[in-house]
């Protein structure tokens, strides 16, 4: 059974940064995708970032998010810069592992000043 454990949301004032791991557990194979998703209130759930072989990011955040990874811990990372009140959301990372879907617990972001 796969676990995604989230951490490093937290509340900032706009132009901050913050990162968010996903630390994957319970499999001894490599995972080697994960999406990054939020949900403000009161919207539906949205695809903010995809890492597989190559980087993917929505309009909204292109050239100030960027995700990777850490392949020997099988930690993924959204790094988040110049964040505006618009970010603030739970974050999810969500991946499909051998045809299961597996999520994060979630992790609130605030972006205010």
């Known amino acids: 059974q796969v676990q995604l454990a989230e951490s490093g949301g937290g509340l900032v004032q706009p132009g901050g940064s913050l990162r968010l791991s996903c630390a994957a557990s319970?499999?001894?194979?490599?995972?080697?995708?994960m999406d990054w998703y939020r949900q403000a209130p009161g919207k539906q759930r949205e695809l903010v970032a995809a890492?597989?072989?190559?980087?993917k990011y929505t309009d909204s955040v292109k050239g100030r998010f960027t995700v990777s990874r850490d392949n020997a811990r099988n930690t993924w990372y959204l790094q988040m810069n110049s964040l505006a009140p618009e970010d603030t959301a739970v974050y999810y990372c969500?991946?499909?592992?051998?045809?299961?879907?597996?999520w994060g617990q979630g992790t609130q972001v605030t972006v205010s000043s």
């Open positions: 890492l597989t072989n190559e980087p």
């Open positions: 969500h991946t499909n592992y051998r045809s299961q879907d597996y």
């Open positions: 319970g499999t001894r194979f490599m995972i080697f995708a």
